[in-house]
T-cell receptor, first 113, second 112 residues
Framework: DVKVTQSSRYLVKRTGEKVFLECVQD?????MFWYRQDPGLGLRLIYF???????EKGDIPEGYSVSREKKERFSLILESASTNQTSMYLC????????????FGDGTRLSIL | ELKVEQNPLFLSMQEGKNYTIYCNYS?????LYWYRQDPGKSLESLFV?????AVKQEGRLMASLDTKARLSTLHITAAVHDLSATYFC????????????FGDGTTLTVKP
């Protein structure tokens, strides 16, 4: 079974802090994704990576950056956290080719105070 | 731009009843996925539909895909409380390099 592990289930940070959310997958998937999920707004793609060191902006990249130095790890960085970034963050991975679904981590509920 | 619309967005039903959730999408595609999300949890894959006329069934849930109509349905038969969750459909475009466009989700509540 594919395992996508997010480093924290719950995280509380302060406004202005630099925040790192980590995601690791164990199935050698090329594609990895970061989403945020807010009530009434569905799933919104923040960033997408299709290979090591390769990234592409999603629908809402402002205020975020990502890092993919190794194939199994995809990090989301909040450069200077703000209260409007309080949300549920979901990481997912997928084989290139798109014939399989995305595999999601358990999510990180991030609160910015 | 690919748009994916689900309806209804909220569904409250009695145990034992049948109902259908609809997923319409705006651009030709033959790759559609259904996911389930329990409250406070993440998404898990339910069905993968990869061709016109594809039908998949698991327990009381059955999903189908009509690529000509750009429509997928998720049919619930004799609902039970354990099916209460939010259901998302997601559509791929070949040109989108592995990204999916998700619908807004249908929150299903099954009451005794």
């Amino acid at each position: 079974d594919v395992k996508v592990t997010q480093s924290s289930r719950y995280l509380v940070k302060r406004t202005g802090e630099k925040v790192f959310l980590e995601c690791v997958q164990d199935m050698d998937h090329e594609n990895m994704f970061w989403y945020r999920q807010d009530p009434g707004l569905g799933l919104r793609l923040i960033y997408f990576s299709y290979d090591v060191k390769m990234k592409e902006k999603g629908d809402i990249p402002e205020g975020y950056s990502v890092s993919r130095e190794k194939k199994e790890r995809f990090s989301l960085i909040l450069e200077s956290a703000s209260t409007n970034q309080t949300s549920m963050y979901l990481c997912a991975s997928r084989l290139r080719g798109g014939l399989e679904p995305q595999h999601f981590g358990d999510g990180t509920r991030l609160s910015i105070l | 731009e690919l748009k994916v619309e689900q309806n209804p967005l909220f569904l409250s039903m009695q145990e034992g009843k049948n109902y259908t959730i609809y997923c319409n999408y705006s651009t030709t595609s033959d790759r559609l996925y259904w996911y389930r999300q329990d409250p406070g949890k993440s998404l898990e894959s339910l069905f993968v539909l990869l061709s016109n006329g594809a039908v998949k069934q698991e327990g009381r849930l059955m999903a189908s895909l009509d690529t000509k109509a750009r429509l997928s349905t998720l049919h619930i038969t004799a609902a039970v409380h354990d099916l209460s969750a939010t259901y998302f459909c997601a559509v791929d475009l070949f040109t989108n390099a592995g990204k999916s466009t998700f619908g807004d989700g249908t929150t299903l509540t099954v009451k005794p």
